[in-house]
């Protein structure tokens, strides 16, 4: 009799805090090559925050009309406020793991209150130290769409 009410207290228990209400967000990013000849670079990122927690849990980044899936891992966040407090101006650092390894490091940034003009990512290449400025298209962007 004691070990039911011990294995009902444990299912309950495990129960109650097993269910987290995590939200989804998905943001879409263009890099535009200086020379005409080369065709834009484009990818959706996608990212999962506990809505609880306040606390991002996971991301990942698509890039336009492919499969494949690039996972991020958070590194930090930075406030980048100055003069006028509660704008909402940061930099948050993700590595980009491929093959077990850290391929790059996307760095994305808003400035100026939050607005489209002031959202960008600068990602660098681990091999070359390239640096690749992708510029913020918009949540509803048609060409940025998660492929399954």
Same mark, same amino acid.
């Given at each position: 009799?004691?070990?039911?009410?011990?294995?009902?207290?444990?299912?309950? !228990?495990?129960?109650?805090?097993?269910?987290?209400?995590?939200?989804? &967000?998905?943001?879409? #990013?263009?890099?535009?090559?200086?020379?005409?000849?080369? =065709?834009?670079?484009?990818?959706?990122?996608?990212? #999962?925050?506990? +809505?609880?927690?306040?606390?991002?849990?996971?991301? !990942?980044?698509?890039?336009?009309?492919?499969?494949?899936?690039?996972?991020?891992? !958070?590194?930090?966040?930075?406030?980048? &406020?100055?003069?006028?407090?509660?704008?909402?101006?940061?930099?948050?650092?993700?590595? &980009?793991?491929?093959?077990? =390894?850290?391929?790059? &490091?996307?760095?994305?940034?808003?400035?100026?209150?939050?607005?489209?003009?002031?959202? #960008?990512?600068?990602?660098? *290449?681990? +091999?070359?130290?390239?640096?690749?400025? !992708?510029?913020?298209?918009?949540?509803?962007?048609?060409?940025? *769409?998660?492929?399954?």
């Amino acid at each position: 009799m004691n070990i039911r009410i011990y294995l009902l207290a444990i299912v309950t !228990f495990s129960c109650g805090i097993a269910r987290a209400d995590v939200q989804s &967000e998905t943001a879409c #990013y263009v890099y535009v090559p200086r020379d005409s000849s080369s =065709k834009p670079i484009k990818f959706a990122l996608r990212t #999962y925050v506990d +809505k609880d927690l306040k606390k991002e849990i996971g991301a !990942f980044v698509q890039y336009h009309a492919s499969k494949e899936i690039i996972p991020l891992v !958070f590194t930090k966040y930075v406030s980048t &406020e100055t003069d006028s407090p509660n704008l909402g101006n940061y930099e948050i650092s993700r590595v &980009e793991i491929v093959d077990k =390894k850290i391929a790059g &490091e996307y760095v994305f940034i808003q400035s100026g209150a939050g607005i489209a003009q002031g959202k #960008y990512v600068v990602y660098t *290449k681990s +091999k070359t130290g390239k640096h690749i400025t !992708f510029m913020y298209t918009g949540d509803n962007d048609a060409d940025c *769409k998660i492929v399954n």
